[in-house]
């Protein structure tokens, strides 16, 4: 089963950018045919999708917050990423990254304010 | 972007059935939206459950099966337990733009 481990800043100032570092161990982020995402959850709420990647380099981002977010792949380290600009207190939440909708990171809380 | 709908908090009696649903603004689910089921437990990451509408992982306990059922996408649960006590969400794709419904708060009592 592959393990998926989320890292990145516990702490963001509002209006600068969140970024996210998904490192996949157990299998690799260029094979087969899953596609890797990012979701989050603010405290107490629901699930939110965020972003996928697939290892060709295709990418579909949530209309919501299409314009401040990019995904990235980095085959060489077995990773991928996520990078929300722009943050604000909305943007508090619980990220988590996954393979698929199989297989999920425990999740990375983080808060936005100064 | 799509609205989908479950209900917000659902009780069943240990041994008993329920059936959470999952309804799309846009019209009927249709095993096109790919419908997912996922169970949450406090502070623990979601756990898939069914996935294209009907589709059970190893892990997924006999009890729980998917469905579509009067254009919504179904889960249901049969002979609950205790520890199935938890939230429930389901997702559907849009073209490949997915949408999380809001959770069903499910109580076993």
């Known amino acids: 089963q592959v393990q998926l481990q989320e890292s990145g800043p516990g702490l963001v100032k509002p209006s600068e950018t969140l970024s996210l570092t998904c490192t996949v161990s157990g299998g690799s982020v260029s094979s087969g045919n899953s596609f890797w995402n990012w979701i989050r959850q603010p405290p107490g709420k629901g699930l939110e999708w965020i972003s996928y990647i697939y290892k060709s380099g295709g990418t579909n981002y949530n209309p919501s917050l299409k314009s401040r977010v990019t995904i990235s792949l980095d085959t060489s380290k077995n990773q991928f990423s996520l990078k929300l600009s722009s943050v604000t207190a909305a943007d508090t939440a619980v990220y988590y990254c996954?393979?698929?909708?199989?297989?999920w990171g425990q999740g990375t809380l983080v808060t936005v304010s100064s | 972007q799509a609205v989908v709908t479950q209900e917000p908090s659902l009780t069943v009696s240990p041994g008993g059935t329920v059936t959470l649903t999952c309804g799309s603004s846009?019209?009927?689910?249709?095993?096109?939206?790919?419908p997912y089921w996922f169970q949450q437990k406090p502070g623990q990451a979601p756990r898939t459950l069914i996935y294209y509408t009907s589709k059970k992982h190893s892990w997924t306990p006999a009890r729980f099966s998917g469905s579509l059922l009067g254009g919504k996408a179904a889960l249901t649960l049969s002979g609950a337990q205790p520890e199935d006590e938890a939230e429930y969400y389901c997702?559907?794709?849009?073209?490949?733009?997915?949408?999380f419904g809001g959770g069903t708060k499910l109580t076993v009592l």
């Open positions: 846009t019209g009927a689910v249709s095993s096109g939206h790919y």
């Open positions: 996954a393979r698929g909708y199989e297989d």
């Open positions: 997702l559907l794709s849009y073209s490949g733009a997915w949408v």
